[in-house]
């Protein structure tokens, strides 16, 4: 089959690249686009570290073709911080020390924020059901669980008005 131009809203801009049918999202990415974030562990679906936000939601890149996702809005951790200003969850990560090698790290940010996006109250079993797709072979979880938790406590408590936050 031959290449295809492919437009992708990638963190926030209009992008296009020429693709083959066997280019994956996770390749586009890194390759095309030179956002070394996401990152290729297993290449098989396995172990989440390629994780990017596909129109809002958590997905493993090394799977999807970049052409079958023509037109789609593409996250990636690049995306997330507002220039020196981590993003809640990136800050958190630092602050409860949730990351040591730091390989999974992108993609369990990236599967967090989804789940904080759509649940800003989440549980402690929401927070691990959103991350088990995500391997980490270093932290043994806690640490990153807690982080998670953490930056929704913040992101709620940002939402409150002053003069309620002060009550
Ligand atoms: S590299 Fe994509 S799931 Fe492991
Ligand atoms: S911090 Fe090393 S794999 Fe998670």
Not at 58 to 72: A, E, F, K
Not at 118 to 128: C, F, L, N
Not at 144 to 163: D, H, K, Q
Request: aromatic fraction near 2%; hydrophobic fraction near 40%.
């Amino acid at each position: 089959m031959p290449s295809t131009i492919v437009t992708l809203k990638l963190n926030g801009a209009e992008r296009e690249l020429i693709a083959r049918p066997s280019t994956t999202l996770l390749t586009a990415l890194r390759e095309t686009f030179g956002l070394m974030g996401a990152k290729r562990g297993c290449a098989q679906g396995g172990c989440g570290s390629c994780t990017v936000l596909l129109d809002g939601r958590p997905v493993v890149s090394c799977l999807i073709p970049v052409v079958t996702v023509d037109g789609s809005a593409v996250e990636t951790i690049e995306g997330l911080a507002d220039g020196d200003r981590l993003s809640d969850v990136q800050q958190a990560f630092v602050d409860l020390f949730a990351t040591q090698c730091g390989f999974c790290t992108p993609g369990m940010i990236m599967s967090a924020t989804a789940l904080l996006n759509r649940k800003p109250d989440p549980t402690r079993q929401e927070v691990t059901e959103a991350i088990c797709g995500n391997v980490c072979r270093c932290t043994g979880y806690e640490p990153i669980i807690s982080a998670v938790l953490t930056a929704a406590e913040r992101r709620r408590g940002a939402r409150l008005e002053p003069a309620e936050a002060e009550v």
